[in-house]
């Protein structure tokens, strides 16, 4: 059995995918980025009335990508002075940035928390219209034009979210981390390649990594309705997976620089292992990446966490 998973961590380790960049792939996303730093943040604070007084807890409002008010929780803690390093959270796909007591780990060590809704999930809206968006569902909103898709504007409003903890003056600019797990930590990938500020970025089981494989390999969660989507419309599965290649990342991967740690389950049905192990093999920036040969989309709970907090404070 030892050799079996041995073997196993061998092929994940060797496997390193060719890229599928479109021509304009950088030009895409550096026009992207100077839209999206052309707009006013307009950030909003309403301070909240939590029973837990060793915090402060705001409720906030500042503007994605095309001026969709993006929610969030901004936590500090009171019992702590100077310069406050920070974590912004992203979380799951169909979920939400969870209570404020959920990041109590965080807080009572010093560590300022900024916890988003993504756009269209928890309370947070979306102002855009999609041209496509038949399905229901976020992952294939706006899929056959990679102008309108929704993770373009997801991305961008991650970006805003470092704009506003920098706009904050008790924070440590060099002294952020960006996380998330599955939606979240492909989100954390992709921020962290498209912004340099993150000094670290931690990426459980994240999705959007090698998407041709991953759409192969995947039995479960939100890429499978890409499938349902081509299903439907065969004639579109050309424009569909090049859409699909700005937002993979495996082609912005090699952009991170600051320090990361990935997970992988490799029994997970929804982010499968070799696809995740792809995009970890082809980045150049000091990593790491944690194994649960018998965990699903479940990374490994039993001891994941404690893990997290070491590396964190480790590292940031």
């Given amino acids: 059995m030892l ?4 073997e196993a961590k ?28 052309s707009r006013p943040l307009n950030e909003q604070l309403e301070l909240m009335d939590y029973p837990i007084k060793q915090v402060k807890a705001y409720e906030v409002s500042y503007h994605g990508f095309d001026d969709t008010p993006i929610q969030g929780y901004y936590i500090i803690p009171t019992q702590f002075e100077g310069k406050l390093p ?5 979380h799951g796909y169909a979920g939400h940035k969870n209570s404020v007591s959920h990041y109590m780990k965080w807080l009572i060590q010093g560590y300022a928390v900024f916890a988003v809704d993504c756009r269209g999930q928890g309370r947070t809206g979306d102002y855009s219209r999609y041209t496509s968006d038949e399905m229901g569902t976020w992952v294939t909103k706006g899929i056959l034009d990679k102008e309108e898709y929704y993770y373009r504007k997801v991305f961008m409003d991650g970006v805003r979210a470092i704009d506003f903890v920098c706009s904050r003056t008790e924070i440590d600019q060099e002294r952020i ?12 990938l992709a921020v962290a390649a498209l912004d340099d500020r993150p000094k670290l970025a931690v990426a459980d089981v994240p999705n959007l990594c090698d998407i041709p494989l991953a759409m192969k390999q995947k039995f479960e969660g939100s890429l499978t309705v890409v499938d349902q989507f081509l299903h439907r419309h065969p004639e579109y599965i050309e424009q569909v997976y090049t859409t699909l290649t700005y937002f993979d990342n495996l082609n912005n991967c090699e952009r991170i620089k600051c320090r990361t740690r990935m997970t992988v389950g490799l029994k997970d049905l929804i982010c499968p292992p070799m696809p995740i192990y792809g995009v970890y093999n082809r980045m ?6 944690e194994v649960f040969p018998f965990s699903g989309h479940d990374m490994g709970i039993i001891d994941h966490m404690d893990k997290t907090l070491a590396y964190v404070n480790e590292f940031l």
């Fill in 177 to 188: 981390a960006v996380m998330g797990a599955s939606m979240g930590g492909g989100i954390t």
């Fill in 284 to 289: 150049h920036c000091p990593k790491s990446i």
């Fill in 3 to 6: 050799r079996h998973l041995e």
């Fill in 10 to 37: 061998r092929q994940l380790e060797s496997y390193l995918p060719s890229q599928t960049k479109q021509h304009d792939h950088d030009a895409f996303w550096e026009r992207t980025l100077i839209e999206t730093r």
């Fill in 86 to 90: 920070c974590l912004i959270f992203f």
